[in-house]
């Protein structure tokens, strides 16, 4: 199994409502990343988990909330977003984060959109 | 701080032209990375390279590290390969990705 899955595909929220996003691995990648894309402009990092253990956050506000269960899922908490938070999520992971992004893999995303 | 820049920013060509798609970036990488992003979907890492060439079916990308520059070919194109392409650096140690502004190929039948 060579991919990052990501569920829901598609997400439609209101701004009081809470929902979760998932993404799941089995590369045995040990860094996971979770990834914010607004339309035609690159993707901005927000979290990475290294070791099941949160070692980067981008000064993400708090109604975003990572979390890693296990090696092989990575979880994106939402609470009281912004219709300006509407954007494709990404996650991917890699093999290490020491070894500059080897094994890079991107999941399709989740199209958030924020009402 | 790396910065990576691409060009050109938009690129139409013919099914069947040579493509090529240039990237240089600023400070030395461990990895230079070329992506590709459909419309309103997700991404596809196509290659990671450290140095010299390398080659998955129509696709080409080589990395010169002393002129610290790549380029993604794409030899034969066809409509399907309309797409976004992103060229993004990764540094020794480091867990993050610095992405060029991408280049956006349209081929047309």
């Known amino acids: 199994d060579t991919e990052v899955t990501q569920t829901p595909k598609h997400l439609v929220m209101g701004m009081t409502n809470k929902k979760s996003l998932k993404c799941e691995q089995h590369?045995?990648?040990?860094?996971m990343y979770w990834y914010k894309q607004k339309a035609k402009k690159p993707p901005e990092l927000m979290f990475v988990y290294s070791y099941e253990k949160l070692s980067i956050n981008e000064s993400v506000p708090s109604r975003f909330s990572p979390e890693c269960p296990n090696s092989s899922l990575l979880n994106l908490h939402l609470h009281a977003l912004q219709p300006e938070d509407s954007a494709l999520y990404l996650c991917?992971?890699?093999?290490?984060?020491?070894?500059?992004?080897?094994?890079?893999?991107f999941g399709s995303g989740t199209r958030l959109t924020v009402v | 701080k790396n910065e990576v820049e691409q060009s050109p920013q938009n690129l139409t060509a013919q099914e069947g032209e040579f493509i090529t798609i240039n990237c240089s970036y600023s400070v030395g990488i461990s990895a230079l990375h070329w992506l590709q992003q459909h419309p309103g979907g997700g991404i596809v890492s196509l290659f990671m390279?450290?140095?010299g060439k390398k080659k998955h079916g129509r696709l080409i990308a080589t990395i010169n590290i002393q002129e610290k520059h790549s380029s993604l070919h794409i030899t034969a194109s066809h409509p399907r390969d309309s797409a976004v392409y992103i060229c993004a650096s990764s540094g020794a140690g480091s867990y993050q990705l610095t992405f060029g502004k991408g280049t956006k190929l349209s081929v047309i039948p």
């Open positions: 590369m045995g990648h040990r860094a």
């Open positions: 390279l450290s140095s």
């Open positions: 991917a992971s890699s093999q290490d984060r020491s070894q500059g992004g080897y094994g890079y893999t």
